[in-house]
T-cell receptor, first 113, second 112 residues
Framework: GENVEQHPSTLSVQEGDSAVIKCTYSDSASNYFPWYKQELGKGPQLIIDIRSNVGEKKDQRIAVTLNKTAKHFSLHITETQPEDSAVYFCAASMGTGGFKTIFGAGTRLFVKA | GAGVSQTPSNKVTEKGKYVELRCDPISGHTALYWYRQSLGQGPEFLIYFQGTGAADDSGLPNDRFFAVRPEGSVSTLKIQRTERGDSAVYLC??????????FGNGTRLTVT
């Protein structure tokens, strides 16, 4: 089955700097890669996603890149702000709305003011 | 609109007892998922439903865990003979075709 590895487990950056989180997946059949942000006491919330027919996607300060050949994908947050501090999870699935989604172990991001 | 609702938000039970955790998905979402999240870990897949049937229950750790979704909407995760190792946050998510998963805030289960 699918296995998703995520690095680093903890990341501390200064406000205004960029943050990068990297993930690898094992199943070449996976074609949908969402990223979730989880705040304390809440469920994960989708922040951005990418499908395998696209190499990069951007939404304001957040971007995701995908390398299908190498089976890895990354989250980039630019101009970080203290409210970006949270746990971020990458995930992989064979589609949306009806496929098993496997999550990475998470990255705890600290943005220092 | 209403999101995914999970009740109770917290549940404390004694070792050996039976518990039920409830999930109300977003109206119209045909897919419903249960995940378990231990402290400092990512959500671990347990089971997912398409409509009323369990499409994949490969993540259920053993036969003490069971989930139902009798009318294709609300789902209940049932745990028999609870053990201290079952303590975790149990997350429910729902999804529609071509939409990502939407999570509830989870039920924190503590087995004493």
């Amino acid at each position: 089955g699918e296995n998703v590895e995520q690095h680093p487990s903890t990341l501390s950056v200064q406000e205004g700097d960029s943050a990068v989180i990297k993930c690898t997946y094992s199943d070449s059949a996976s074609n949908y890669f969402p990223w979730y942000k989880q705040e304390l006491g809440k469920g994960p919330q989708l922040i951005i996603d990418i499908r395998s027919n696209v190499g990069e996607k951007k939404d304001q300060r957040i971007a995701v890149t995908l390398n299908k050949t190498a089976k890895h994908f990354s989250l980039h947050i630019t101009e970080t702000q203290p409210e970006d501090s949270a746990v971020y999870f990458c995930a992989a699935s064979m589609g949306t709305g009806g496929f098993k989604t496997i999550f990475g172990a998470g990255t705890r991001l600290f943005v220092k003011a | 609109g209403a999101g995914v609702s999970q009740t109770p938000s917290n549940k404390v039970t004694e070792k050996g007892k039976y518990v039920e955790l409830r999930c109300d998905p977003i109206s119209g979402h045909t897919a419903l998922y249960w995940y378990r999240q231990s402290l400092g870990q990512g959500p671990e897949f347990l089971i997912y439903f398409q409509g009323t049937g369990a499409a994949d229950d490969s993540g259920l750790p053993n036969d003490r865990f069971f989930a139902v979704r009798p009318e294709g909407s609300v789902s209940t995760l049932k745990i028999q003979r609870t053990e201290r190792g079952d303590s975790a946050v149990y997350l429910c998510a729902s999804g529609a075709p071509n939409s990502p998963l939407h999570f509830g805030n989870g039920t924190r289960l503590t087995v004493t």
